[in-house]
């Protein structure tokens, strides 16, 4: 008799059947409700007492052009629910409508459409102001503001340095690489270079940690680099952050300064959707959700529960990636499944680096990071991949060269089944994409 889960899955559900020999240890998901307020409202609230500078309607703004820059296509922030109260606040300052512009932080990620800026910052706000997409590969279109103390050469959309002040609209959420999102993650790697994304993000290869999600922003080298990097614009930046939920719902925003505001909303959505686990299991079965928008977005459920599963054992991901690959590169040669295993175990954690950089010599240093990362992870334990996304190419896993891949879930459950105790344990994660897990001795 097999134990019947579910997940979210679109508009839907997706059902797993797993085995009945398995312990299911529990389904964790943020426990009670927050009472909470529209977006519109809580941030508005919000902009009344920003965290460590002064309130942007109590300053003269009539004479100041202002860019507001907000997360791109690839992330689940609802902009469009709160930049009106922003704008009110800013108006309310004296800020003239012609010297209002919007920049969408895309980093590497492919130009979002005008369809899809209408729906981050409303049709309305789109079709007002005027708007761009950053593109980091557009030398032209950067200046260079020198070198950050940990090497990052740092080059800025040239945008921003049109402005008196910068509104970065965003969310923090747990990251992988960095610890949590927000603050000025959306200058830098949002509106840089792929040169300064790329060494930025090295700072997350180095040291014992590879995954830092949920290291706060003190202890976080690539935070701290990019802090650093940002602000040697010289522009003054105000962040307005949501806090979000397992379901990308805005619960609280975090308004002000963009280091004070963005650590004090770190420690809020550490107790939000970071889950207390009391044991690693031999499986987890992680699920994407909410983070559906490709497969680099989707993979992230990964890395948040990646530490609730014990070394070697096996990591089940559910990947909607509702528009297939993204932004991820595919290598032109990869190895069959169990030998790379078997490679990365002989040589161990601290020389996995230096193989991705040899085997991606000549290539954007961004794939880098990427490989690194994917490899840790397999490194560590089996990795399986299921999606019924038609837009993934066929074997996914296979052409990574880091997962085995599947097309039917039963299929990776009995692949997961034959390398586990017949009495496994298992977490099952419904919201993978927005929750990480937090355990005591990774």
Not at 110 to 116: F, L
Not at 145 to 162: D, I, P
Request: aromatic share 6%; glycine share 12%.
């Amino acid at each position: 008799m097999h134990q019947k889960v579910s997940l979210p899955w679109g508009e839907s559900e997706l059902s797993v059947m797993l085995p009945a020999g398995w312990k299911i240890l529990g389904t964790p998901v943020p426990q009670g409700s927050l009472e909470t307020k529209p977006p519109a409202e809580a941030c508005a609230e919000a902009l009344t007492d920003p965290i460590g500078c002064s309130r942007l309607a109590s300053r003269d703004l009539s004479a100041a052009r202002v860019v507001l820059v907000a997360d791109d296509h690839s992330r689940t922030t609802p902009v469009a629910e709160f930049v009106g109260p922003v704008l009110d606040e800013l108006q309310a300052g004296g800020l003239r409508h012609e010297h209002i512009s919007f920049l969408l932080a895309n980093g590497v990620h492919r130009k979002s459409t005008p369809k899809e800026v209408e729906t981050k910052l409303g049709s309305e706000v789109a079709g007002r102001y005027p708007w761009r997409c950053h593109d980091a590969h557009d030398k032209s279109g950067f200046a260079d503001f020198g070198t950050t103390s940990r090497g990052t050469r740092v080059f800025l959309n040239k945008a921003l340095m049109e402005a008196d002040l910068i509104i970065c609209l965003g969310a923090v959420e747990p990251h992988l690489l960095l610890g949590f999102g927000g603050g000025l993650k959306m200058l830098v790697p949002g509106c840089a270079g792929t040169e300064t994304i790329g060494r930025n993000h090295l700072q997350g290869t180095g040291g014992a940690l590879f995954d830092y999600v949920g290291v706060r922003g003190d202890d976080s080298p690539m935070r701290l680099d990019l802090e650093e990097a940002a602000l040697l614009s010289g522009r003054e930046v105000f962040i307005v952050n949501a806090a979000m939920d397992e379901r990308s719902r805005p619960v609280r925003f975090f308004c002000g300064d963009p280091v004070q505001a963005q650590r004090a909303a770190e420690s809020f959505v550490e107790g939000l959707v970071g889950l207390e686990v009391p044991e690693q299991a031999d499986v987890v079965l992680t699920n994407s959700f909410p983070m559906d928008s490709d497969l680099r977005q989707s993979a992230k459920c990964f890395g948040n529960w990646l530490h609730a599963c014990r070394p070697g054992g096996v990591m089940m991901g559910c990947l909607r990636a509702e528009h297939g690959l993204g932004e991820i590169p595919l290598p032109k040669k990869t190895l069959p499944y169990s030998v790379m295993r078997a490679l990365l175990k002989l040589i161990g954690q601290k020389r996995i680096l230096g193989l991705v950089e040899k085997a991606k010599k000549g290539e954007p240093v961004e794939e880098v990071f990427i490989g690194h990362f994917g490899l840790q992870m397999l490194r560590r334990s089996h990795l399986g991949i299921f999606s019924d996304n038609p837009l993934l190419p066929q074997d996914v896993g296979r052409k990574m060269g880091l997962a085995r891949s599947f097309a039917r879930i039963e299929e990776m459950v009995q692949w997961a089944s034959g390398k586990v105790p017949e009495r496994a344990s298992v977490w099952v994660v419904p919201f993978g994409g927005s929750t990480y897990a937090r355990v005591g001795s990774p």
